[in-house]
């Protein structure tokens, strides 16, 4: 869903409390040792910036140092497979998405790996809408617009994917689905390289992360059509929802969440949950987090599990509706 990057990247961010408090009962139990939090793909994608941003609050809560990993590949599988084989200790977190947890093992059912047997949920971080963009020559201005025209004789609409499984595949093979116009994936690397072709022109639409897109939209360089959120964006107030348009019968929040090894001990597992609950409350976290385009998104420690787990489902029966395939 991102680019890949084989060079790693580090960053340490230290612990903030008050010199004279005492550290945290989950730093207590470790000692002198760091927490790592790996992210499977590379550096300043959404699921890298959310995890940054997260552990700044999170050092506080554990009373720990942070240390943020990119282990890049294979969707999102190696740097998982590396938390899935690192030792049970609470200590390794990565920092996963809803396409890993239900596309992925569509896609590679090879893999040695299963997030739901694997993974356990310590909790979420946030959620990232993504925005159907046209190129403002295009001659589309709204969705109708768009529809119509994939829907002319000899019509053969394109649009941008991060590649087989992406977001930007799944909701555009949906809406080409429930809506019976004519396109064609044509996949991308990465978020830079795909919306780069949809500025030169080249690619008729996308359903792009929020990240990259609302610059292009707010300077006029891309016409936002919709937004895959459940209300408008404070950053693009002029955007509508999908379900606004009347083409927003699929209810698909794409969210971020931190896992740890399924076999963490039960105590350890709940302190990290509390913690997380706690970071992901701090008024300057989630002010960052819209200042991105992504969005806070809070899920009850007692719900994580029972939630992902529904929601995986809905993730899947998408992918599955349109035809995801083994890689």
């Known amino acids: 869903w991102e680019p890949l990057m084989t060079k790693q990247r580090r960053v340490l961010f230290l612990a903030t409390a008050p010199a004279m408090a005492a550290p945290p009962l989950f730093a207590q139990s470790f000692g002198a040792r760091s927490l790592r939090i790996v992210v499977p793909f590379s550096a300043a994608g959404p699921t890298d910036f959310i995890a940054r941003l997260f552990a700044q609050e999170f050092t506080k809560e554990i009373g720990m140092?942070?240390?943020?990993?990119?282990?890049?590949?294979?969707?999102?599988?190696?740097?998982?497979?590396?938390?899935?084989?690192?030792?049970?200790?609470?200590?390794?977190?990565?920092?996963?998405?809803?396409?890993?947890?239900?596309?992925?093992?569509?896609?590679?059912?090879?893999?040695?790996?299963?997030?739901?047997?694997?993974?356990?949920?310590?909790?979420?971080?946030?959620?990232?809408?993504?925005?159907?963009?046209?190129?403002?020559?295009?001659?589309?201005?709204?969705?109708?617009?768009?529809?119509?025209?994939?829907?002319?004789?000899?019509?053969?609409?394109?649009?941008?994917?991060?590649?087989?499984?992406?977001?930007?595949?799944?909701?555009?093979?949906?809406?080409?689905?429930?809506?019976?116009?004519?396109?064609?994936?044509?996949?991308?690397?990465?978020?830079?390289?795909?919306?780069?072709?949809?500025?030169?022109?080249?690619?008729?639409f996308i359903f792009d992360s929020m990240t990259t897109s609302v610059s292009h939209i707010r300077s006029g360089k891309l016409i936002g059509l919709a937004i895959t959120s459940s209300e408008r964006s404070a950053l693009l107030p002029n955007v509508p929802t999908l379900k606004e348009t009347g083409h927003g019968n699929f209810d698909l929040k794409f969210w971020f969440t931190m896992q740890v090894h399924a076999k963490t001990p039960a105590d350890v597992v709940a302190r990290l949950r509390n913690a997380c609950a706690r970071a992901v409350k701090e008024k300057a976290y989630m002010d960052g987090l819209l200042s991105r385009g992504a969005e806070p998104f809070y899920v009850e420690p007692s719900q994580l599990e029972s939630f992902i787990k529904k929601d995986t489902e809905n993730w899947k029966m998408a992918a599955q509706s349109i035809g995801i395939k083994p890689e």
């Open 65 to 204: 140092p942070v240390i943020i990993e990119n282990k890049p590949g294979a969707s999102g599988n190696i740097g998982t497979q590396h938390v899935v084989d690192s030792e049970a200790d609470g200590l390794t977190l990565v920092h996963t998405t809803a396409a890993m947890q239900a596309v992925n093992p569509l896609m590679y059912p090879t893999m040695k790996y299963d997030p739901a047997r694997d993974l356990i949920p310590v909790g979420m971080t946030a959620s990232m809408p993504n925005v159907l963009v046209v190129h403002p020559n295009s001659g589309v201005k709204t969705i109708d617009d768009l529809i119509r025209k994939g829907k002319q004789p000899g019509a053969q609409l394109t649009f941008a994917t991060f590649g087989p499984g992406s977001s930007p595949h799944i909701y555009g093979s949906v809406l080409r689905k429930a809506t019976g116009i004519s396109a064609i994936p044509v996949p991308y690397k990465g978020s830079g390289n795909a919306i780069n072709d949809v500025l030169a022109g080249n690619i008729d």
